[in-house]
């Protein structure tokens, strides 16, 4: 376990527990505008609470039908989008969580700065 927290700020909520281990993971997508240009999203990974099993990540991980379609559905919309990719996932202990709504160019948003104590990081290279 590292010895200093560090402080993850994301843009999505993520209200987990002090003391609860979670999994960050970590993807790419294609951002470009005029050709393929993939790059990290460091600001919404895929949070798993390893101690409750639930997920926190942001729609676009997701296929389309899991952002189109609310009520019953088939289990296909927790399929990841095939145009993402995995970069690198690590582990650590919640030291803090604070979870903060803010207006960004006139918009709502939220905030989540999550403290973690590292454990280990993997990357999918």
């Known amino acids: 376990m590292g010895t200093e927290p560090v402080v993850y700020v994301f843009h999505h909520a993520a209200p987990i527990p002090v003391g609860h281990r979670v999994e960050l993971q970590f993807f790419e997508r294609d951002t470009g505008f005029f050709s393929v240009e993939y790059s990290e999203q460091l600001d919404m990974p895929l949070i798993r609470d390893l101690d409750t099993g639930i997920e926190y990540a ?26 993402v990719r ?12 604070r979870v903060v709504t803010g207006l960004v160019a006139a918009d709502w948003t939220v905030f989540t700065y999550l403290t973690l104590h590292e454990e280990e990081t993997r990357i999918y290279r």
């Open 58 to 83: 942001p729609e676009w991980l997701f296929k389309r039908e899991a952002r189109d379609h609310l009520g019953p559905s088939s289990p296909r919309v927790l399929d990841m989008s095939p145009s």
């Open 86 to 97: 995995p970069t690198r996932a690590l582990t650590g202990t919640v030291v803090a969580c």
